[in-house]
C-alpha cells in the first residue's frame, strides 16, 4: 500500500473508533434525504486531538504545492470554521518562519444560496 492509502486507512478507522465516522446505520440527515454513513461533526470536535489528527490526515492528502501556495483557509462559520481555523494553523506550523501565514476565513450562507464571507469585527 502507498503512503496516501496508509494515511486513509488510518484515518478511516480512527474516525469510526472515535465515532465520528458512523457506517452501519440508518441516519435521516435532516433534508429529506437518508443514508447509511453519517459524519458527526460534535464527535469530530469533542477532543481537540482529534480534530489536530483529522485535519493533518487531510493536509497529507494534499499535493505539496497546494499546501505551499495555500493563503486562505475558508470554513462555513457553523460547523466547519474550527476545522478550517486548525488545518490554517498547521499548515503555518509546516512553513518555513520567513512564509508569509496562512489566513482563516469564516463564512456564512448567503440568502441568495452563495456563500458570504464574514468579516472580523
Not at 486562505?72 to 488545518?87: E, F
Request: with cysteine; aromatic share 10%; charged share 20%.
Amino acid at each position: 500500500m502507498d503512503r496516501r492509502a496508509d494515511i486513509r486507512e488510518k484515518a478511516l478507522q480512527d474516525l469510526k473508533q472515535s465515532e465520528v465516522l458512523m457506517t452501519d446505520g440508518h441516519f435521516d440527515y435532516g433534508n429529506g434525504y437518508h443514508g447509511r454513513v453519517y459524519l458527526n461533526p460534535h464527535q469530530l470536535f469533542r477532543h481537540p486531538s482529534t480534530i489536530w489528527r483529522f485535519a493533518q490526515d487531510l493536509i497529507d492528502l494534499l499535493p505539496g504545492e497546494l499546501v505551499q501556495r495555500t493563503e486562505v483557509v475558508a470554513g462555513p462559520v457553523t460547523g466547519g470554521a474550527l476545522l478550517a481555523h486548525t488545518i490554517a494553523g498547521l499548515l503555518d506550523s509546516r512553513r518555513s518562519l520567513t512564509h508569509p501565514p496562512c489566513s482563516f476565513a469564516p463564512f456564512n450562507y448567503d440568502p441568495a444560496g452563495g456563500f458570504m464571507l464574514r468579516p472580523f469585527r
